[in-house]
């Protein structure tokens, strides 16, 4: 005669296996993502719109005017300054317009001192063909990505 198994016995197991695995869901989803991590708090983020805003009015009605210099925050920390250009750039402006040098001191220090002052960590410059500037070290293949990477 076969031996048969004691039903309640399986109950039981299944009965824990199911307690463990939604514990395991449970506190997988509860977890911090490292998307949050790197999300900035809409506080910081309308910060630093609000100064991107500011520093286009700046160079929108100043002797820059022409160039039509536009800034935003971008990447997914919303950290980097993007500044855009409606001329043609190259590296010798887009360094000028960084350190504040010459004609190009608009804002008393330059880009550079308009991060620091909002908590911007780098700034990058696109030209109107897309070609993308940086001139504090971060590197190229960063910038260009970042530079497609709305602020959220």
Not at 19 to 34: D, E, G, N, Q, Y
Request: charged share 20%; glycine share 4%; hydrophobic share 40%.
């Amino acid at each position: 005669m076969a031996r048969r198994c004691n039903p309640l016995l399986f109950t039981n197991v299944a009965l824990v296996l199911c307690v463990a695995v939604a514990t395991i869901l449970l506190a997988a989803r509860c977890a911090p993502s490292k998307t949050d991590a790197t999300r900035p708090s809409t506080s910081d983020v309308r910060a630093r719109t609000a100064a991107a805003a500011q520093f286009t009015s700046t160079y929108a009605n100043s002797r820059m005017k022409a160039w039509g210099l536009h800034a935003a925050p971008a990447g997914q920390d919303c950290r980097v300054l993007l500044v855009t250009s409606q001329i043609v750039m190259d590296i010798s402006m887009a360094e000028s317009l960084h350190y504040g040098q010459g004609r190009y001191d608009v804002y008393p220090g330059g880009v550079q001192r308009f991060c620091r002052e909002h908590d911007f960590i780098s700034a990058i410059y696109q030209d109107q063909t897309n070609t993308r500037f940086v001139v504090d070290g971060m590197p190229q293949n960063e910038a260009d990505a970042i530079a497609l990477q709305p602020c959220r």
